[in-house]
């Protein structure tokens, strides 16, 4: 009996693949880049299965292409680089990773934060070129993390886990999500404010809330300017969530004393974007889930989630359960 063919869009942790490779055929896409859409659509006619990665486009055109196709297996937690919609109405399930990378992407997140807070790229940055200043009352002074009120926007399991890190900085937390969570507020000690109310009076905001295209540029100049006169604001979220020619009006004009972002729009941001000029930005290429440890467990998740759709069963973690409502 021949083995179903399944095409991984990246290379993986190789445990994983060798658990996969029981199951099924498995051709795994050989750059470190992710493949072009027409190799996609080409993989997908043969593929019953897919293991893919945020940077993937899954469109509504690659799954009607996609005649055998049984599952799709995102190794992340987002999933909106794949039609959900689509995939459903062909009674595709479509597995994520959630939970896993919590705890890493919160570190993240506070690295980011106390990195941007304390000038530590700035000053790394002057070293490594030669510049050494002598030490004075106004050389590359930060902003003080310990006892500021840090803003989470998206209080999720990430944003709840930096809620969480706060607490041994004393800061004040407060928080705004769609869904207020009273018990959380008691448990964490912090406090629901509304958007207006969070951006005027945090000196530290932090992103977490899932993208959406209601939500795209949520954080713009109307936003920014709402901000609390040398703030940091920090995105570990999504790229689409931010207006970045906002935020360079923000950081150039001095609005925040800095910014740190993790995820960009587009990614990768394009060579020679004047944001890559500004000193008081710090980008890194949406690494927050980079943890050795972490990125084993979703590629375990995502294996074990291929596996389940190939054979018919029920994802741990499907995005869209109501395939399974008919049977």
């Known amino acids: 009996m021949n083995k179903p063919f399944v095409w991984l869009t990246r290379q993986i942790f190789e445990p994983a693949i060798q658990k996969i490779s029981e199951v099924a055929e498995v051709e ?3 750059g470190e880049n992710p493949p072009p859409s027409d190799v996609i659509l080409e993989k997908v006619q043969q593929a019953e299965g897919l293991l893919t990665m945020l940077t993937d486009p899954i469109t509504a055109s690659v799954i009607e292409n996609a005649p055998r196709l049984k599952v799709i297996s995102q190794m992340a937690v987002g999933f909106d680089n794949i039609d959900v919609d689509a995939a459903t109405r062909r009674g595709i399930p479509v597995g994520h990773t959630p939970g896993v990378l919590t705890e890493t992407t919160a570190d993240f997140a506070w690295a980011l934060l106390m990195a941007a807070a304390r000038r530590v790229v700035e000053a790394n940055r002057e070293v490594h070129q030669g510049i050494w200043r002598a030490w004075g009352p106004n050389v590359l002074t930060g902003v003080d993390v310990h006892g500021a009120t840090l803003g989470i926007i998206g209080f999720g399991r990430i944003g709840q886990a930096v809620a ?8 004040k937390v407060l928080y705004n999500d769609p869904q207020r969570d009273e018990q959380a507020e008691k448990t964490l000690n912090v406090e629901y404010k509304d958007l207006d109310t969070l951006l005027q009076e945090s000196d530290f905001i932090s ?3 899932y993208y959406t295209p209601q939500l795209h540029h949520l954080i713009n100049r109307q936003r920014f ?14 790229g689409g969530l931010v207006d ?23 990614e990768p941001i394009p060579a020679g974007h004047p944001l890559l000029q500004l000193p008081n930005l710090i980008i890194t290429p949406h690494i927050a889930s980079a943890s050795t440890f972490t990125r084993q467990k979703m590629a375990f998740i995502a294996a074990e989630n291929l596996i389940a759709g190939l054979g018919g069963e029920k994802l741990t973690f499907c995005a869209n359960p109501q395939v399974y409502q008919a049977g």
Do not use: C, Y
């Open 164 to 171: 969480r890190r706060a607490r041994g900085f004393s800061m």
């Open 207 to 209: 992103l977490h809330t």
């Open 225 to 238: 300017e709402q901000m609390k006169e040398g703030a940091i604001f920090i995105n570990t979220a999504r």
């Open 28 to 30: 795994i896409w050989p």
């Open 244 to 266: 970045h020619q906002a935020l360079q009006w923000a950081l150039e004009s001095k609005k925040l004393a800095a910014a740190a972002l993790d995820v960009f729009d587009p």
